[in-house]
């Protein structure tokens, strides 16, 4: 019977599934990559791993012989050793397309409590600080004729850029792989710095990667807009935290609204007590329909593995250079 590793347990049915072709086994926590290590050096033949989750080339290595894949439970693969796994053979596949609105619903989220100083509002009233309606009380940013630029105009980005067009706002962007869709043809493209310099909101939509890591520090914020808003949905060192939090305080930005950190769990000092920051604990793909297609999406990915198939969202297909023979039937997709 072929072996599956989850380090957490999924959401139903892809845990069924599984286990109706597999022998499956999970950890119960994030391991530690010795304790990752060992688990699948006792013979593994996918791991569907979360994204924290260490798969480094120790990991890897511990799989030499029998792991044919890691199956992510997660868009993001900068916890991977990519290099280490396809040079081991190893494919490694994640979860595209599913996740895509519930993240730009959270990016509008951010955005809208930002622009609208909403955190800071539902504070003032449950600690019974509000004195009555003001002309220039609390004031925010109109987000109709406001510019919005997205950083990585992928599939989330798009997503968010319909978003704010709904609300009026004009779109620039930055770092798009392919044409836009005809429906986007009205968004603008911008070098990085002028991008940053035009916009009233910047929302990040980049994957981690080398090119992108501190991508927004100290020089960078310091071409933003004064009250500009910068949004995180993406990952969390694709911003420097510690710059983020001095822009902040001395108002080189007027706001930001984060749902990813540099070190997380835990934010870095002084961010908690910025009160023009908008605060939530990685949520974006954070609803019940969601994760459940994530999960399924994990396991058919997991499957075609096992049945020797190359899964459609494998990230580095050049890992699977002699075909595996199969070890269950293929899956009825
Ligand atoms: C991902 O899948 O990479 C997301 O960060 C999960 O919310």
Redesign the pocket.
């Known amino acids: 019977m072929p072996k599956v590793l989850l380090t957490l347990p999924l959401p139903q049915p892809a845990p069924q599934w599984l286990g109706d072709a597999a022998e499956v086994s999970v950890i119960g926590h994030i391991p530690s990559e010795p304790e990752l290590a060992t688990a699948v050096a006792e013979g593994v033949d996918v791991l569907c791993a979360q ?1 924290r989750d260490p798969v480094t080339s120790r990991v890897l290595e511990a799989g030499k012989g029998r792991l044919r894949a890691v199956s ?6 900068n916890n991977v050793d990519m290099v280490a796994a396809t040079s081991r053979g190893v494919i490694v596949t ?2 595209p397309g599913v ?1 895509t609105d ?2 730009a619903d959270c990016a509008m989220g951010l955005l809208l409590a930002c622009a609208r100083r909403i955190v800071e509002g539902n504070t003032v009233m449950h600690t019974g600080h509000f004195e009555g309606w003001e002309p220039d009380y609390m004031l925010g940013l109109e987000l109709k004729g406001a510019t919005l630029g997205i950083i990585g105009m992928g599939r989330i980005g798009q997503a968010v850029a319909r978003r704010a067009r709904a609300f009026g706002m004009n779109i620039v962007y930055a770092g798009a792989k392919k044409e836009l869709p005809p429906d986007l043809a009205d968004a603008r493209p911008l070098p990085l710095e002028e991008l940053l310099a035009a916009s009233d909101v910047v929302s990040l939509h980049v994957p981690l990667a080398e090119d992108t890591y501190h991508m927004i520090n100290a020089r960078t914020l310091a071409l933003m807009k004064r009250n500009a808003i910068l949004v995180n ?3 969390g060192p694709v911003v420097d935290e510690e710059d983020l939090v001095t822009a902040l305080r001395e108002n080189i930005i007027g706001g930001a609204g984060l ?2 950190y540099e070190s997380e769990p835990r934010p870095a000092p002084g961010l908690i007590e910025c009160e023009n920051a908008v605060l939530t604990p ?5 609803t019940t329909q ?1 994760r459940r297609a ?1 999960a399924e999406l994990c396991a058919r990915n997991a499957l075609a593995a096992l049945a020797g198939e190359l899964p459609k969202n494998t990230l580095n297909p050049r890992a699977w250079k002699k075909t595996p023979p199969p070890l269950i039937k293929p899956f009825p997709f």
């Open positions: 994204l992510l439970y997660a868009v993001g693969y994640n979860t996740l519930a993240t949905t993406s990952r749902d990813v990685h949520l974006g793909s954070a969601t994530m």
